[in-house]
C-alpha cells in the first residue's frame, strides 16, 4: 500500500531564508512522487513530480525536491523564501497505475517578513 | 488549454437536501477524480472515472456518487445531506498511467446547515 507522511504540519521561515518541507513515502514499487501548494481558498496546483529520471526535480517558483530512496524522503525545499510561497503543501504518491493519489496531511507554511 | 472548471464554485443547502456538483476536465483527459477537503480530515479520495466508467472508489458511503458522461464531464451527487458535508469538494483531471499528474478545479464550497 502506499502512503506519505510529512513530517510537520506547520513550518515558519523568515522571508529570504531556505525553506525545507519534509515528506517521507511509503511504496511497495518505484512511486511517481509529486508536491501540489494550495493557496487560500483556492484548488491545488503542481509545484513538481518525480517519475523516476533524474533525482533532483525543479518545479515552479524556485521550488525543488530530491527523491532518495534509501531514505525514502521527497524533501521539497526553496532557497529563499517570498512572501507569496505562504500556503499549504501536499506531498502525493500514486498507485502503480497512477489512477489514484495519496495525499499527506499538509504543511502549512507561513513566511514572516 | 482551458484548466479545469468546476461548477457552482459556492453552495449552502440545508440538511437532507441533495446536491450535484458539476466539473469539466482539461480537453483531452479521460480521468477525472472528486476529493473532499475538510479541516479535520484533510483531503480524502471519493472515486475516479474513466470512460464512464468507475474505477477508483474511497471509503465514503453510498450517499455520495459519481458520473461521468461520453464527454468526460462529471459529476458528484450528495443525497441527504449532513452538516459534516460541508467541504470544499475538488475536481481533478488528468492522462492515465503512472506519472501523469492531476490537475486541480478551483474547487466547490458546500456548506450545509
Known amino acids: 500500500a502506499q502512503s506519505v507522511t510529512q513530517l510537520d504540519s506547520h513550518v515558519s521561515v523568515s522571508e529570504g531564508t531556505p525553506v525545507l518541507l519534509r515528506c517521507n513515502y511509503s511504496?511497495?514499487?518505484?512511486?511517481?512522487l509529486f508536491w501540489y501548494v494550495q493557496h487560500p481558498n483556492k484548488g491545488l496546483q503542481l509545484l513538481l513530480k518525480y517519475t523516476s529520471a533524474a533525482t533532483l526535480v525543479k518545479g515552479i517558483n524556485g521550488f525543488e525536491a530530491e527523491f532518495k530512496k534509501s531514505e525514502t524522503s521527497f524533501h521539497l525545499t526553496k532557497p529563499s523564501a517570498h512572501m507569496s510561497d505562504a500556503a499549504e503543501y501536499f506531498c502525493v504518491v500514486s498507485d502503480t497505475t497512477g489512477n489514484q493519489f495519496y495525499f499527506g496531511t499538509g504543511t502549512s507554511l507561513t513566511v514572516i517578513p | 488549454k482551458a484548466g479545469v472548471t468546476q461548477t457552482p464554485r459556492y453552495l449552502i443547502k440545508t440538511r437532507g437536501q441533495q446536491v450535484t456538483l458539476s466539473c469539466s476536465p482539461i480537453?483531452?483527459?479521460?480521468?477525472v477524480s472528486w476529493y473532499q477537503q475538510t479541516p479535520g480530515q484533510g483531503l480524502q479520495f471519493l472515486f475516479e472515472y474513466f470512460s464512464e466508467t468507475q474505477r477508483n472508489k474511497g471509503n465514503f458511503p453510498g450517499r455520495f456518487s459519481g458520473r461521468q458522461f461520453s464527454n468526460s464531464r462529471s459529476e458528484m451527487n450528495v443525497s441527504t445531506l449532513e452538516l459534516g458535508d460541508s467541504a470544499l469538494y475538488l475536481c481533478?483531471?488528468?492522462?492515465?498511467?503512472?506519472?501523469?499528474?492531476?490537475?486541480f478545479g478551483p474547487g466547490t464550497r458546500l456548506t450545509v446547515t
Open positions: 481533478a483531471s488528468s492522462l492515465q498511467g503512472q506519472g501523469y499528474e492531476q490537475y
Open positions: 511504496s511497495s514499487y518505484s512511486p511517481s
Open positions: 480537453s483531452g483527459h479521460r480521468s
